[in-house]
Every structure is written in C-alpha cells, then in structure tokens.
C-alpha cells in the first residue's frame, strides 16, 4: 500500500503526506500549523526547506486563498524548525 501523496507548495514536487508539513486557516486571523494534519479545512502542504521559498512567492496565501501576514507565518515556521 502507497502512502498519500501532497505538493510542496514551495517547490512543487510532489511527496509522502507523511514528510510534509501542513499549514491550515484556522478561520479568524492565523494560520496553524497542524501537526497531526487532522483538522479541517483547507490545507497548504510544504517541505521544511522549502518555507522561504514559499513565504518568497506568496504561494502559502495563493494555496490558502487569503490574504496573509507573512512575517507571522514565517515565525511559526522558524519556531517549528527550531523545536
């Protein structure tokens, strides 16, 4: 049996579910990074690596279909790369 399959936003290869990481709306004013990539919603997946190059061109906004603010994404991500 085959794992599911994602793009990376970033880089736009595709990959296991399972190596990506998931970004979601959570509705209000934020994104949420959903670790157990179990809540609902529309999702953005993307490669750890890839986050800069997916804050760069906006393609985290484009795949969420909002308007975001990218400074707070970028510090969810660093924190998620950190821990």
Not at 23 to 50: F, I, K, M
Request: some cysteine; aromatic content about 4%.
């Amino acid at each position: 049996m085959t794992a599911p399959q994602r793009m990376c936003a970033g880089c736009r290869a595709r990959a296991d579910k399972d190596a990506l990481l998931r970004l979601v709306w959570d509705g209000g004013t934020s994104v949420l990074l959903d670790e157990r990539q179990r809540l609902p919603g529309r999702g953005v997946y993307l490669h750890p690596a890839c986050a800069p190059r997916a804050l760069k061109t906006r393609a985290i906004g484009r795949g969420l279909r909002r308007s975001l603010d990218y400074a707070a994404i970028g510090t969810l991500l660093a924190s998620r790369s950190v821990g």
